[in-house]
């Protein structure tokens, strides 16, 4: 049985949320850090953008394709709100983004486990 997409989809979409879980908490450690700029990792949506599509191999010597997973951390656009240490942290902001992180994780687990629970009704049947 060949893998299916939306695995390969919901993993790459997993992965992404585990760097910017890591570059919120980052922000959130730093938030007394003099001098330190808040990150972000670029929207999902840009991966995916940059994400070759190509024909997978199904036997040796046919042509195939990657995609390209890398996630960039890039500092974030300040909305005017720099400490006096010139700290661009703002814990509110970061906060909020880490309810969205975790709301994602949640709805990729559920879609993946419906999407599961299909296969292996379609396989039972």
Sequence with gaps: ????SLFDLATKQSEWLAV???????????ANTPGYTANDVEPFEKVLDRAVVSLQATQAGHLGGATNASFK?????????IMPSKNTVVLEDQLMKAGEVRRSFELNTA???AFHSMMMMAVKS
Aim: proline share 7%.
């Design 1 to 4: 049985m060949e893998p299916v």
């Design 20 to 30: 910017r879980q890591s570059a919120i908490a980052g922000n959130i450690a730093n």
């Design 73 to 81: 951390v890039k500092p974030d656009e300040a909305d005017g709100a």
């Design 111 to 113: 879609i993946v486990k």
